[in-house]
């Protein structure tokens, strides 16, 4: 039996539309994205490196912050373009840069020294990419009425029949 105490302290659960669920889970993704970098620039001889103008093995040039911006600009727009697109292709567009962004997560653990950071940061990548993908997979149909059904069928609106 309810009470009224019970009503009272429920909490509103509203559902939020995938749209907003997609634009959080790639915000998310970013700041994991974001601060993996920052954090990393306290491993010890990163920074050395920048200095003398070296990025892993590469030299700094404008060809490689380029590419390096270029690569960062996709999760980047996938928050405003799963806001934006029309649903049919913001479902495909999500399938398709989260699951290019899976293996581009894990190739960036390659070679680093710090195995339990930079292994910590892939795996949590890679739950949020998982998520936008289950999200994006799993898009809601919409039903259609049985008049809008009729008369996407005819491509004329169903007309019944009155009887005098």
Same mark, same amino acid.
């Given at each position: 039996m309810r009470t009224l105490r019970d009503n009272t302290t429920a909490l509103d659960d509203s559902r939020l539309p995938v749209r907003a669920k997609l634009v959080a889970a790639w915000t998310s993704f970013m700041f994991?994205?974001?601060y993996v970098d920052i954090l990393g620039f306290f491993v010890p001889g990163k920074i050395d490196d920048i200095l003398v103008g070296v990025v892993?093995?590469?030299?700094?040039?404008?060809?490689?912050?380029?590419?390096?911006l270029t690569l960062?600009?996709?999760?980047?727009?996938?928050?405003v373009l799963s806001a934006m697109l029309p649903a049919r292709a913001s479902?495909?567009?999500?399938? %398709? /840069?989260?699951? &290019?962004? !899976?293996?581009?997560a894990a190739f960036n653990a390659v070679g680093e020294s710090w195995t339990y950071f930079y292994?910590?940061? %892939? /795996?949590?990548? &890679?739950? !949020?990419?998982?998520?936008?993908?289950?999200?994006?997979?799993t898009w809601p149909?919409?039903?259609?009425?049985?008049?809008?059904?009729?008369?996407?069928?005819?491509?004329?609106?169903?007309r019944t029949q009155h009887h005098a």
């Open positions: 994991l994205y974001v892993f093995e590469y030299d700094i040039s404008q060809t490689l912050l380029t590419a390096f960062m600009a996709i999760p980047i727009l996938m928050i479902r495909i567009t999500n399938i %398709v /840069v989260a699951s &290019v962004q !899976v293996p581009y292994g910590l940061a %892939v /795996v949590l990548e &890679v739950i !949020v990419l998982a998520v936008i993908l289950r999200l994006a997979w149909r919409r039903t259609a009425s049985p008049a809008t059904t009729a008369t996407s069928l005819d491509r004329e609106p169903l």
